[in-house]
C-alpha cells in the first residue's frame, strides 16, 4: 500500500514545529517507499522542550485532579475516533500486521483508562490521627519526566508512561524511536492537545537527544524502555543529578513445558506458538527459548511444528490472513540471522514454520523466514542472547532443578511461563526469578494492565501498569504533626 509521505512535528511548549533535518522512515514491507518524515531535533530543541516542561510544571503540579482526568478522557475519545487511520500508519512504518497494530492502540486505550479510573487510588493522600499525633502522607509529582521509548510497541510503551505522568501532575519530554516516530508521534500530539503548553513536548533523534534527556539537572525522573546496553548508558548520564529511574529492558524469557503438559492439546499450542512469534518475535516478553521435558520433547516438538503450521501465515501486514509481517529493520535482520547461522554452524538444525503468502516481498522487504532451532547447545548465542526476532531454540531437560537453574542463571528476568499441570507448575514458577510469570500462557496474552510489569536484575529497575505504574510517577511526601513528648534518651 503506497500512499503519500506523511510530516509529523515535535512540540515544544505547545508549537508545531518541523525542523530543515529529517528522520526517514521507510516501509519494512516495501524499503524504497518511504512513510513519512519526523523532526530530527538537535540538542538546543532538546533543552528547549526540557525548559518549557519545567516552567509548565510550576503550575501544572497545582492542577486539580479532576481537570487532568478531563483532559485525558478527551484525548482517549479522540485517540479512539482516529484509530483505524492511526493502526494503518502503525502497520506501514512499523512492519507489524494490522491486527497487531490495532491490538496496540487497544492495549494502550485499556491502560489510559485503567489509569485515568485509578490516579486516585494510587495517589489520594492519606490523614492518619494516631496516638503519636497526626500525619498526612501525600503522594507528590516528581518533576519534568523524560520518557525515551523503543520501536517494538511504539504507541502502547509511550502512552504507558504519558498517562500516569500527566494525571499525577508531572510534564515530560517523549523522544519515541527513530525507527517507528510516525503513529506514536500523532498520538502524542492528540494528547498534548488537550493539556496546557509545555505539559507534554515531544522531540525525535537518537543518541544525542537522548544523552540531553538523561543528563539534563531539569529532568526529574527518567522513564526508559529499551535495550539492557542502552540503560547502562543512561544510568551513567543520570548519575550526576541522582533521578529517579524506572528502567523496562531486555528480555531472554523462557518457556519451561513440564512432563504433564498435555501435547494433544491444541489451543496450548497455539498459544505456544503465538507467544513465539507474535510481532514477528519482536516484544520484551516474548518467549525466548522453549525448555520441554525430555520424556514428552519428541512428541512436543512434532505438535509445535504442527500448530506453527497453522497459526504462522507471512507476508504482506495489509493481507487479510497474515499474522507475521517483516522485521522492523534491516540491523534486526542480519542479526536475528547471525544467530540463527552460528547455532546452524555448530550442527543445529533449523526447521522453516508456517507459509510464505507472499513469496515475492521477501527478498526486497525485510521478511524472514520464522524458524525453530533443534539440537543447540544450551551456551549458544540463540539461546543466552535476546534474538527479538522470529525464531526460536526449543531445548529437552532432564529435571526441574536443572531447567529453573538455567532459566535462574541468565542475567535477564523479565517474564516467564510454565507449562503443566496447574498445581505442578505454580509450584516451579515459586521459584522462578522474574517480574511476571504465567501458567500455560505467555507474552501478551498473559499481561494485564491491572498488575505491575517489569523485570528483575538486567531486565529492569521498577514497574509499569497496575496501581504501581502510576505511583511511580509521585514522590511520597510525609508531614508529620507529633505530639511533643520529649525524648527520653536526649539529656537536658
Ligand atoms: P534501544 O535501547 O536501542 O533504543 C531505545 C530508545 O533509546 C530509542 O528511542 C533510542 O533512540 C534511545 N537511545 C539510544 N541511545 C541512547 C542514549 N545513549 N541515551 C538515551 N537514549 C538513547 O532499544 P530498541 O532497539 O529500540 O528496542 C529493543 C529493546 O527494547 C529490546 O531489548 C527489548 O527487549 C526492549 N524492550 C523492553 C520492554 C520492556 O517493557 N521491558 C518493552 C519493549 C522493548
Given at each position: 500500500m503506497s500512499k503519500e509521505p506523511i510530516s509529523v512535528n515535535a512540540i515544544i511548549n505547545g508549537e508545531k514545529i518541523q525542523t530543515d533535518k529529517k528522520i526517514t522512515r521507510e516501509n519494512p514491507?516495501?524499503?524504497?517507499?518511504i512513510v513519512g518524515y519526523a523532526p530530527n531535533n538537535t540538542r538546543e530543541e532538546t533543552i528547549q522542550a526540557i525548559d518549557a516542561a519545567y516552567e509548565a510544571f510550576k503550575t501544572w503540579k497545582w492542577s486539580d485532579v479532576d481537570d487532568r482526568i478531563a483532559r485525558m478522557n478527551r484525548a482517549i475519545q479522540k485517540i479512539k475516533d482516529q484509530l483505524p487511520e492511526i493502526a494503518e500508519l502503525l502497520s506501514r512504518e512499523h512492519g507489524k500486521a494490522l491486527y497487531d497494530a490495532q491490538g496496540e492502540i487497544a492495549i494502550s486505550l485499556m491502560w489510559m483508562e485503567f489509569a485515568v479510573e485509578n490516579v486516585k487510588k494510587a495517589t489520594s493522600p492519606e490523614e492518619l490521627n494516631h496516638e503519636n499525633g497526626r500525619t498526612i502522607i501525600s503522594h507528590d509529582p516528581i518533576g519534568v519526566v523524560s520518557a525515551i521509548t523503543p520501536w517494538n510497541y511504539p504507541i502502547s510503551l509511550s502512552t504507558i508512561k504519558i498517562a500516569p505522568a500527566l494525571l499525577t501532575g508531572n510534564t515530560m519530554v517523549l523522544k519515541p524511536s527513530p525507527f517507528a516516530p510516525l503513529a506514536v508521534s500523532l498520538v502524542t500530539e492528540i494528547i498534548a492537545d488537550?493539556?496546557?503548553?509545555?505539559?507534554l513536548n515531544l522531540v525525535n533523534g537518537d543518541a544525542e537527544v537522548g544523552v540531553e534527556l538523561t543528563s539534563n539537572?531539569?529532568?526529574?525522573k527518567i522513564a526508559f524502555t529499551g535495550g539492557t546496553n542502552t540503560a547502562k548508558h543512561i544510568m551513567k548520564a543520570a548519575s550526576d543529578t541522582i533521578k529517579n529511574m524506572t528502567l523496562e529492558l531486555g528480555g531472554n524469557d523462557a518457556a519451561i513445558v513440564l512432563e504433564?503438559?498435555?501435547?494433544?492439546d491444541e489451543r496450548a499450542l497455539r498459544r505456544m506458538v503465538i507467544s513465539n512469534f507474535l510481532t514477528a518475535g519482536q516484544?520484551?516478553?516474548?518467549?525466548k527459548r522453549v525448555y520441554v521435558h525430555r520424556s514428552i520433547y519428541d512428541a512436543f516438538v512434532e505438535k509445535y511444528i504442527e500448530a506453527a503450521n497453522k497459526w504462522i501465515k507471512v507476508g504482506?501486514?495489509?493481507?487479510?490472513?497474515?499474522t507475521v509481517g517483516p522485521v522492523n529493520n534491516k540491523a534486526q535482520v542480519n542479526y536475528v540471522n547471525s544467530l540463527v547461522e552460528d547455532a546452524k554452524n555448530k550442527g543445529a538444525k533449523i526447521i522453516p514454520l508456517g507459509t510464505?503468502?507472499?513469496?515475492?516481498?521477501m527478498d526486497n522487504g525485510y521478511f524472514l523466514q520464522p524458524t525453530l532451532v533443534l539440537g543447540?547447545?544450551?551456551?549458544?548465542r540463540v539461546v543466552v542472547?535476546?534474538?527479538?526476532?522470529?525464531t526460536v531454540p526449543i531445548l529437552p531437560f532432564d529435571d526441574e532443578e536443572e531447567v529453573i537453574n538455567l532459566h535462574n542463571e541468565s542475567i535477564y528476568g523479565l517474564t516467564s511461563s510454565v507449562w503443566g499441570e496447574e498445581e505442578h507448575a505454580l509450584k516451579v514458577a515459586r521459584r522462578i526469578e522474574a517480574g511476571t510469570t504465567m501458567i500455560n500462557t505467555a507474552a501478551v496474552q498473559?499481561?494485564?494492565?491491572?498488575f505491575p510489569f517489569g523485570g528483575v536484575k538486567q531486565s529492569g529497575v521498577g514497574r509499569e501498569y497496575g496501581l504501581d505504574g502510576i505511583k511511580s510517577y509521585t514522590e511520597t511526601h510525609v508531614i508529620n504533626v507529633p505530639t511533643m513528648k520529649e525524648l527520653p534518651y536526649i539529656p537536658e
Open positions: 514491507t516495501h524499503p524504497e517507499q488537550e493539556f496546557p503548553a509545555g505539559v539537572p531539569k529532568i526529574a504433564d503438559f498435555d501435547v494433544n516484544i520484551c516478553m516474548i518467549a504482506d501486514p495489509f493481507h487479510p490472513d497474515v510464505i503468502l507472499n513469496p515475492e516481498l543447540a547447545d544450551v551456551h549458544d542472547e535476546e534474538q527479538f526476532g522470529p498473559g499481561l494485564d494492565v491491572h
